[in-house]
């Protein structure tokens, strides 16, 4: 997901002031885990069941040759901004990942992948604080897989330590337009 300047909301928004916030993994002072999070706003089993079908997954990338459908989020789970982080304590609180910018993600040609808004849902309004996308598993595993080893580790992240996350690729994410629309490079 994106967050540009028509939405000031959304976490990660340097114009707005609004970085990330770390939620480590475990040792939380609030006792919530990024795995909590998650839950709220992808469910065990939301993408097999309610995932678009359109989204392109990559069998041939894994070993077992067997990619399903998943479910990723925006803000991440293992911050304080998180949508699925419940009040006092979150940020951007939603009771379900419905809530959210609803997206799936479709690979065009090698290495060009779109980011589709879900007809199938709501409209997005650009007030929501979420995203929520299907996509293909080994996709999202392999995204976020070297974050804790090649950022949190190394610049000892610590809870509630703000930064931010800077994606050049997902210049092209436009929320002007009536349906979300973006190239990823």
């Known amino acids: ?3 540009p300047e028509e939405t000031p909301q959304l976490p990660n928004h340097q114009t ?15 006792g919530r885990t990024p795995t909590q999070n998650r839950a709220v ?12 079908p359109d989204t392109t997954t990559l069998p ?12 990723d989020e925006f803000a991440y789970a293992a911050t304080y901004n ?3 982080m419940p009040a006092p304590d ?9 809530q959210c910018v609803q997206t799936y993600s479709q690979r065009t040609q090698t290495d060009v992948w779109h980011f589709y808004d879900d007809m199938r849902q709501a409209a997005p309004t650009w007030k929501e604080v ?37 994606a050049p690729e997902f ?12 190239t990823v490079k």
Request: hydrophobic share 30%; charged share 10%.
């Open 1 to 3: 997901m994106c967050a």
């Open 16 to 30: 707005a002031g609004k970085p990330l916030l770390y939620l480590p993994a475990s040792g939380s002072s609030t």
């Open 41 to 52: 706003i992808c469910p065990s089993s939301w993408a097999a069941k309610s995932g678009n």
């Open 60 to 71: 041939a990338n894994t070993p077992s040759g067997n990619d399903p459908l998943s479910c």
């Open 82 to 84: 998180s949508g699925g």
């Open 90 to 98: 979150g940020l951007n609180p939603v009771t379900s990942g419905n």
């Open 130 to 166: 979420c995203g929520r996308s299907t996509m293909s598993n080994w996709m999202n595993t392999q995204s976020m897989q070297p974050f804790p080893a090649q950022f949190t580790q190394p610049n000892r992240m610590l809870e509630k330590d703000p930064y931010w996350y800077y």
């Open 171 to 182: 210049s092209g994410c436009s929320a002007t337009a009536a349906t979300v629309k973006c």
